[in-house]
Nanobody
Framework: VQLQASGGGLVQAGGSLRLSCAASESAFSIDAMAWYRQAPGKQRELVAVINSLGSTSYADSVKGRFTISRDHAEKTVYLQMNNLQPEDTATYYC??????????WGLGTQVTVSS
């Protein structure tokens, strides 16, 4: 299973970015997809998750600013990030939990927010 993430970049505080992650596995076997992030010197943390029923959950630090969504047909998960702040600077990782097969991670995409 491969996860291909894209959409990172450099943005000024208050700006927006949209991350995308496409999975190679059949959509019918994907239980949940999520975005994690890891800043230098910090542990990887969960940013947002969406399950096969469309239920979502967010880290408190991003609630009201980030939105996770999923396109079942395209096997893609998105993370719309608005009002970005310098503390959002991190490497963002896509995650997928695949039925029977387990969990998979994509390569990170860098998000840098300048003040």
């Amino acid at each position: 299973v491969q996860l291909q993430a894209s959409g990172g970049g450099l943005v000024q505080a208050g700006g927006s970015l949209r991350l995308s992650c496409a999975a190679s596995e059949s959509a019918f076997s994907i239980d949940a997809m999520a975005w994690y992030r890891q800043a230098p010197g910090k542990q990887r943390e969960l940013v947002a998750v969406i399950n096969s029923l469309g239920s979502t959950s967010y880290a408190d630090s991003v609630k009201g600013r980030f939105t996770i969504s999923r396109d079942h047909a395209e096997k893609t998960v998105y993370l719309q990030m608005n009002n970005l702040q310098p503390e959002d600077t991190a490497t963002y990782y896509c995650y997928a939990r695949i039925r029977i097969l387990g969990v998979f991670w994509g390569l990170g995409t860098q998000v840098t927010v300048s003040s």
